[in-house]
């Protein structure tokens, strides 16, 4: 069974940029999350999407913005993008509640 | 906000010891994991506890979960190189809280030498 993908791996954009990161959840799970990790912070929740329907968002500004498609399929946005975006942003999905998340690679973005 | 404290942050140690990793959370929750990351990968998930006094094991790691001092630990025996990563703990939000929105720990480093 496929894991959580990420596309791209890498990604480098300039300051004032916005970037697109997409993220295929395992085959049957509807739950997609996205977090933040970067070594200052840690790991801090973006937002989570259940059948196209945003549940729950965390403490990130509005430049944060996310999807889900009707294939699960989710997408993040970041919009006029700063220096301190810089990070790597994982998915994970999950099947049900008392599963674990299941995490992608990550997508290393670098805001230069 | 629910807070979620993992210490040490830093652990080194030699191969054959043994070591406990302690991770305490501020407010009821009801689900309790800890994962695993090696450098430059990604997540994965080791164990799963959903109740009080439940007890996991896999190897040489075993997991645990007292949800009245809101503490679990993970208890590293007779330590081998391949252990070295970082753990981290994670909790869900409680009561209402939603399938994919946890609380991270900050992590323990753990790195093991011969």
């Known amino acids: 069974k496929a894991g959580v993908t990420q596309t791209p791996r890498y990604l480098i954009k300039t300051r004032g940029q916005q970037v697109t990161l997409s993220c295929s959840p395992i085959s049957g799970h509807r739950s997609v999350s996205w977090y933040q990790q970067t070594p200052g912070q840690g790991l801090q929740f973006l937002f989570e999407y259940f059948s196209e329907t945003q549940r729950n968002k965390g403490n990130f500004p509005g430049r944060f913005s996310g999807r889900q498609f009707s294939n699960s399929r989710s997408e993040m946005n970041v919009s006029t993008l700063e220096l301190g975006d810089s990070a790597l942003y994982l998915c994970?999905?999950?099947?049900?509640?008392?599963?674990?998340?299941?995490f992608g690679n990550g997508t290393r973005l670098t805001v230069t | 906000e629910l807070k979620v404290e993992q210490n040490p942050l830093f652990l080194s140690m030699q191969e054959g010891k043994n070591y406990t990793i302690y991770c305490n959370y501020s407010?009821?929750?009801?689900?309790l994991y800890w994962y695993r990351q090696d450098p430059g990968k990604s997540l994965e998930s080791l164990f799963v506890l959903l109740s009080n006094g439940a007890v996991k094991q896999e190897g040489r790691l075993m997991a645990s979960l007292d949800t009245k001092a809101r503490l679990s630990t993970l208890h590293i025996t007779a330590a081998v190189h391949d252990l070295s990563a970082t753990y981290f703990c994670a909790v869900d939000g409680g009561r209402g809280s939603t399938l994919g929105r946890l609380y991270f720990g900050r992590g323990t480093q753990l790195t093991v030498w011969p």
């Open positions: 407010t009821t929750s009801d689900r």
């Open positions: 994970a999905s999950s099947p049900a509640f008392n599963s674990p998340l299941h």
